[in-house]
């Protein structure tokens, strides 16, 4: 079993900055291929950001440049900084690995 816990959503008003965490713990062996998820009203799930075994890391092109994830291995956490929010990015953020996801935590953008 994997447990994912995210935090540090909440209100902010455009070109403002949130980072967002996920603290995962269980039968877990690497961040590697942990990613964020986002989920607007109305819309489907999509994929925001994820992370690598290597380091390496996507960032889809709606968030790109603006967006960026990152992990400390030896927490077993993964965050997601967001910087130049817009109104468009207003969604409820899930983190997943694999086939386990998190609860969500809320980010509304809006002046």
């Known amino acids: 079993q994997v447990q994912l816990v995210e935090s540090g959503g909440g209100l902010v008003q455009p070109g403002g900055s949130l980072r967002l965490s996920c603290a995962a713990s269980?039968?877990?062996?690497?961040?590697?291929?942990m990613g964020w998820y986002r989920q607007a009203p109305g819309k489907e799930r999509e994929l925001v950001a994820r992370?690598?075994?290597?380091?390496?890391?996507y960032c889809a092109d709606s968030v790109k440049g603006r967006f960026t994830i990152s992990g400390d291995k030896a927490k077993n956490t993964v965050y997601l900084q967001m910087n130049s929010l817009k109104p468009e990015d207003t969604a409820v953020y899930y983190c997943?690995?694999?086939?386990?996801w998190g609860q969500g935590t809320q980010v509304t953008v809006s002046s």
């Open positions: 992370i690598f075994s290597d380091g390496g890391t």
């Open positions: 269980g039968r877990i062996f690497s961040i590697g291929r």
């Open positions: 997943n690995f694999a086939a386990y």
